[in-house]
């Protein structure tokens, strides 16, 4: 079974700096992807970014990178210039195939809370 | 390009009473996911539906079960209603094939 690790219960970081947070995974599998979302206060969880285990390049998408060590089994979430906006809980996902065809679910990590401040 | 909607928001049961959580896929997305939060905790998966059939499941229960209609909206079932029951429960669909899934604003749920 799949596993997602996150050290890091909660983060502080101040506005306009940049922020890592971690996340390690344990897999089998040759072939699987890796997600972050963002959950708000109000609950909704909010794609950031991905990562396919066979990708060459990390994951950017805006103010966020992926700094994806495989051999260390590592998919750490890079944030630039942090916002206010940004205070949430981030979560680590993998991929996980399921039985037949193209079915597949996400494994969770529990979580970071990044809080930003001024 | 029309999100993901879930309803109701919140919703009160008591132990022991059943209920019908509603999800509305993302436009052409036409694979649905559930899953539940408990608080201080990552989403556990519940199960997931294509074309109208469940085509994988979690470690739940037979009394959490769902369904998925032609236009692939879906809903949750919960029967015999449980205190641990209480959490968010969060809908998520996909297009079949493709990596990501998006979610809904979820339904909290609140057993007493």
């Known amino acids: 079974a799949q596993k997602i690790t996150q050290t890091q219960p909660g983060m502080f970081v101040q506005e306009k700096e940049a922020v890592t947070l971690d996340c390690t995974y344990d897999?089998?599998?040759?072939?699987?992807?890796l997600f972050w979302y963002k959950q708000p206060s109000s609950g909704e969880m909010i794609f950031l970014i991905y990562?396919?285990?066979?990708?060459?390049q990390n994951a950017t998408e805006g103010r966020y990178s992926l700094n994806f060590q495989k051999a260390r089994k590592s998919a750490n979430l890079v944030i630039s210039a942090s916002q206010l906006g940004d205070s949430a809980m981030y979560f680590c996902a993998m991929r996980e195939p399921l039985n037949t065809g193209t079915a597949s679910k996400l494994t969770f990590g529990t979580g970071t809370r990044l809080q930003v401040t001024l | 390009e029309t999100g993901v909607t879930q309803s109701p928001t919140h919703l009160i049961k008591t132990r022991g009473q059943q209920v019908t959580l509603r999800c509305s896929s993302q436009s052409g997305h036409n694979t649905v996911s559930w899953y539940q939060q408990a608080l201080g905790q990552g989403p556990q998966f519940i199960f997931q539906y294509y074309r109208e059939e469940e085509n994988g499941r979690g470690n739940f229960p037979p009394r959490f079960s769902g369904l998925q209609f032609p236009n692939y909206s879906s809903e949750l079932n919960v029967n015999a209603l449980e205190l641990d029951d209480s959490a968010l429960y969060l809908c998520?669909?996909?297009?079949?094939?493709?990596?990501?899934?998006?979610f809904g604003p979820g339904t909290r749920l609140t057993v007493l």
């Open positions: 990562q396919g285990s066979y990708d060459q």
């Open positions: 897999t089998s599998d040759p072939s699987y992807g």
């Open positions: 998520a669909s996909s297009l079949e094939g493709r990596r990501t899934q998006y």
